[in-house]
């Protein structure tokens, strides 16, 4: 790789870095405003998610703006990551060097399974302690010998490194503490060094959101020869500017040492994914790959609301109604809408799921069918060892022979994938880092449904799930819910679901015992304490590498409850 790199004439290096100037005038900062033109802290409070009563009443400004002057709808979300490399371990043993993203903020969530998305006032908060590298496994106890995964001595998610402007405290024009996104940088490179993670941190924000996704460059700790630009590309997202769409032709590339802040406004729900989009081929296969999806604004309708209204004000169908065109959605003139009204009433409001909270949704259904208790994300990706071993190693990369002999569900074969928890991996540094958060392991509580969001960044193969004794109903595909334009349900159950590279879907697992009818089963199908499998038929993808009965599966667990909320960073009990 550094021979195809330094292979090229002087002149067009010079060039290339003077084109990239202006992109590169940037430092070490983060940003997560408390209030904008879109959520004003006047009218809204940013750091909570509003029940949906109606669309944002909108009139223009001053300035000729549109802006809110009711009934604000959504928050303000953060989120900071980092760029550079990192080592996972496979199911076999072996540890994989990595191109990857990395936690800069919400650290304690993410170990925990959850996405790193944070409120302003969450994000905004300074560590009361001295953050370590490798952190937070190397505050967990791992270092005294302890098994990584005691996370209840370290419960801080705010942004690595933010600090007080002590100059402009100094100066007056700035009241203690004055967090205006300064960073220091020492806590940026001991934190983001050498700590990516396989996937990348989970993003995850609800619709009218405004989110603010910051990216730090901290550079390659083992392969310093590389002057390697990232970026952050939400893959299938429709709403996203070029500026800040991550395709370095259309917009910025981030260098190391530099920061950039993405800006995003979300109304649609969904399951997307993001990845770096420089040298996508190598950067993808190398693990520089995260899942991202959007919650939909049905969940916020009260207790005892109609889904059906609250999907018909958020279309602008009812009459005299203000219209947040933002947010409205048309089939008739835009055949993208995901939101179309079903051509049924079925009379569904809102009401609790099994674990008694409010009930949860994939997308904005107006029925209530796409449902849910429990929710899950898999990302499906692939490794090619030799490939990665040679990144690490100064030798030219063979695109056109990489083959992946790794099949990992959320960056794990099995059977690491039916283990709970975060993984780690000690590192080159000599410090323990969880290079593998996110579980696979699905616990569905008694009688209740789980989301499977679904999505694969594989770069080389097509994949394969089969749900073995559970039936499998897709209500979703590339982030958008499966109905046709008039409004008719077009969700089928199947066993088995394929995706190629760049595709994902929703799919939820019944185990609820639905085809008992009234009277009920005389022998449950899906009693408390037992295990199904969820596994790929390519059977060539049940392996780690050179050892069969691994890869592509993990294991589903019917619980008689489930503790941990109705997120994925849940035990079963």
């Known amino acids: 790789m550094a021979s195809r790199k330094w292979s090229t004439p002087l002149f067009l290096v010079v060039l290339v870095c003077l084109v990239a100037l202006p992109a590169n005038a940037q430092s070490f900062r983060v940003q997560c405003p408390t209030s904008t033109i879109t959520h004003p802290s006047s009218l809204n409070n940013n750091s909570a998610e509003p029940p949906y009563t109606g669309p944002t009443t909108l009139a223009l400004n001053l300035n000729g703006f549109e802006a809110p002057t009711g009934n604000v709808n959504g928050a303000i979300k953060c989120q900071q990551v ?71 001595t370290f419960a801080w998610n705010g942004a690595v490194g933010l600090v007080p402007d002590l100059d402009a405290i100094a100066s007056g024009t700035c009241v203690a503490p004055c967090l205006d996104g300064h960073v220091d940088p020492r806590q940026i490179m001991d934190v983001g060094v050498m700590n990516g993670n396989i996937p990348a941190p989970l993003v995850a924000f609800d619709e009218d959101d405004e989110m603010f996704l910051t990216l730090t460059n901290v550079g390659m700790l083992m392969r310093p020869d590389l002057f390697e630009q990232h970026t952050i590309h939400f893959h299938g997202y429709p709403n996203a500017s070029a500026f800040f769409d991550g395709v370095p032709d259309a917009s910025v590339a981030i260098n190391i040492g530099g920061s950039f802040t993405y800006y995003y406004l979300s109304p649609d729900a969904g399951t997307y994914f993001w990845h770096c989009h420089i040298t996508p081929p190598e950067h993808l296969q190398m693990g520089m790959v995260g899942q991202l ?51 049924i009433n079925t009379g569904a409001v809102q009401g609790s799921d099994k674990l008694g909270n409010s009930q949860k949704y994939t997308y904005n259904d107006g029925d209530g069918s796409t449902a849910y208790d429990v929710e899950y994300p898999l990302q499906i990706h692939g490794f090619d060892p030799n490939f990665h071993f040679v990144g690490m190693t100064f030798n030219p990369e063979a695109f056109v022979d990489m083959k992946d002999k790794y099949f990992l569900l959320n960056g794990r074969s099995y059977p690491d994938t039916a283990a709970p928890g975060p993984q780690a991996t000690v590192s080159s540094d000599n410090r323990m880092h969880y290079s593998q958060p996110l579980p696979a392991v699905i616990n569905i509580p008694f009688g209740g449904k789980a989301l499977l969001r679904i999505a694969d960044l594989d770069v080389t193969e097509y994949q394969t799930l089969a749900s073995l004794g559970i039936p499998m109903k897709e209500v979703g595909f590339m982030a958008k819910l499966l109905r046709d334009q008039a409004g008719n349900n077009l969700e089928f159950y199947t066993n088995s679901i394929t995706l190629g590279g760049g595709e994902s879907l929703d799919v939820i697992l019944d185990a609820s015992d639905a085809g008992c009818g009234s009277s009920g089963c005389a022998t449950k199908l899906y009693p408390a304490g037992s295990v199904f499998y969820l596994y790929t038929p390519n059977l060539d993808h049940l392996s780690n590498d050179a050892e069969n009965f691994g890869g592509l599966m993990t294991e589903v667990h019917i619980c008689n409850s489930v503790t941990g909320g109705n997120t994925f960073g849940n035990t079963c009990n």
Not at 110 to 120: E, K, L, R, S, V
Not at 136 to 143: H, I, K, Q, R, V
């Open 82 to 152: 980092s760029g550079g490399d990192g080592y996972s371990t496979m199911a076999d043993g072996t540890q994989t060097f990595m191109f990857s993203f990395g936690p800069l903020s919400g650290l304690a969530d993410i170990a925990n399974g959850q996405p790193g998305t944070q409120f302003p006032n969450v994000f905004n908060t300074v560590y009361s302690g001295t953050l370590l590298p490798g952190d937070p496994a190397m505050t967990d106890g791992a270092t005294s010998g302890g098994s990584p995964g005691n996370h209840s």
């Open 293 to 343: 999806y959007v919650r939909p604004r049905q969940n916020r309708v009260v207790s005892g609301g109609s889904l059906y209204t609250a999907l018909q004000l958020q279309n602008g169908q009812v009459a005299g109604q203000t219209v947040d065109l933002r947010t409205a959605c048309n089939p008739d003139a835009d055949i993208l809408c995901s939101a179309v009204t079903p051509a």
